[in-house]
């Protein structure tokens, strides 16, 4: 009796596969831990030619084939996204520690356009968060209230990454109209994120991304996961050895 139960469970999480897009607290994680988003933080833009980026420690060795991330819209104005540019840079560390020097991303490794149609989109959550474009500099706060989280899974040809070692996650949105911004966390890890704008043959040198009140560091909201496919692979073991001790 036990076999068809098992087997009805495993159909059940078949059929369930695009659910696995999405990704709640608690779920699997390969980095140092989810930099999850502050519900009261900030929204810095990252469209129109800016790209933010952050660090991450590896933890298990293996493709990056799942990225989720935390966005929002300036004062709640929700565009048509083009598509999002994900890229991982090696690391660059503080040649300084408590200097005026920072880490930043090094030698680009990997970089992808996603379209729409291969991010998954769905609401995270509410609060008073500010929006900050480090360019002018401009703030506001509060500026919008929703947040979305943004999940790319199952990425062909993925990047390799390498327990132990610390990558950054580069993100830029390029949309029709409207303004989007990475969320920040709640969460410090490491250095702060930075930013900067893409501009003919290249981009500005890289900028330290603080909270434009106090001052202090900014980290942004993302987690890299296990692929799901390997969870349903596993799965997919545990019905055969059923099916064969029948």
Same mark, same amino acid.
């Given at each position: 009796?036990?076999?068809?139960?098992?087997?009805?469970?495993?159909?059940?999480?078949?059929? %369930? %596969?695009?659910?696995?897009?999405?990704?709640?607290?608690?779920? =699997?994680?390969?980095?140092? #831990?989810?930099?999850?988003?502050?519900?009261? *933080?900030?929204?810095?833009?990252?469209? #129109?030619?800016?790209?933010?980026?952050? !660090? @991450?420690?590896?933890?298990?060795?293996?493709?990056?084939?799942?990225?989720? &991330?935390?966005?929002? @819209?300036?004062?709640?104005?929700?565009?048509?996204?083009?598509? &999002?540019?994900?890229?991982?840079?090696? !690391?660059?560390?503080?040649?300084?520690?408590? *200097?005026?020097?920072?880490?930043?991303?090094? !030698? =680009?490794?990997? /970089?992808?356009?996603? #379209?729409?149609?291969?991010?998954?989109?769905?609401?995270?959550?509410? *609060?008073?968060?500010?929006?900050?474009?480090?360019?002018?500099?401009?703030?506001?706060?509060? !500026?919008?209230?929703?947040?979305?989280?943004?999940? +790319?899974?199952? +990425?062909?040809?993925? &990047? $390799?990454?390498? %327990?132990?070692?610390?990558? @950054?996650?580069?993100?830029?949105?390029?949309?029709? #109209?409207?303004?989007?911004?990475?969320?920040?966390?709640?969460?410090?890890?490491?250095?702060?994120?930075?930013?900067?704008?893409?501009?003919?043959?290249? /981009?500005?040198?890289?900028?330290?991304?603080?909270?434009? $009140?106090?001052?202090?560091?900014?980290?942004?909201? &993302?987690?890299?996961?296990?692929?799901? *496919?390997?969870? =349903?692979?596993?799965?997919?073991?545990?019905?055969?050895?059923?099916?064969?001790?029948?």
């Amino acid at each position: 009796m036990k076999i068809p139960i098992v087997v009805g469970a495993a159909a059940a999480l078949l059929l %369930a %596969a695009p659910a696995l897009a999405d990704w709640d607290v608690g779920d =699997l994680h390969k980095m140092h #831990y989810p930099q999850l988003p502050d519900p009261n *933080g900030w929204d810095v833009k990252a469209n #129109y030619s800016k790209v933010l980026a952050d !660090d @991450w420690m590896c933890t298990e060795t293996g493709p990056v084939a799942d990225v989720h &991330f935390w966005g929002s @819209w300036y004062q709640d104005v929700v565009g048509p996204i083009r598509w &999002f540019q994900v890229s991982i840079h090696s !690391d660059i560390p503080d040649p300084d520690g408590t *200097g005026p020097e920072f880490s930043k991303p090094g !030698d =680009l490794l990997w /970089q992808r356009i996603f #379209y729409p149609e291969e991010v998954a989109v769905r609401p995270w959550g509410t *609060g008073e968060q500010g929006w900050y474009d480090p360019n002018i500099p401009m703030w506001n706060r509060p !500026d919008h209230y929703q947040t979305y989280q943004y999940n +790319i899974e199952t +990425i062909v040809d993925p &990047f $390799i990454q390498q %327990a132990g070692t610390i990558y @950054w996650l580069d993100i830029s949105v390029e949309s029709n #109209y409207g303004e989007w911004g990475w969320k920040t966390s709640s969460m410090h890890w490491n250095d702060d994120g930075v930013w900067a704008d893409y501009v003919p043959g290249g /981009q500005t040198p890289w900028e330290e991304l603080r909270d434009p $009140i106090t001052q202090e560091s900014l980290d942004m909201a &993302f987690v890299i996961t296990p692929e799901p *496919g390997a969870a =349903l692979l596993a799965l997919s073991f545990v019905v055969i050895l059923a099916r064969r001790r029948r």
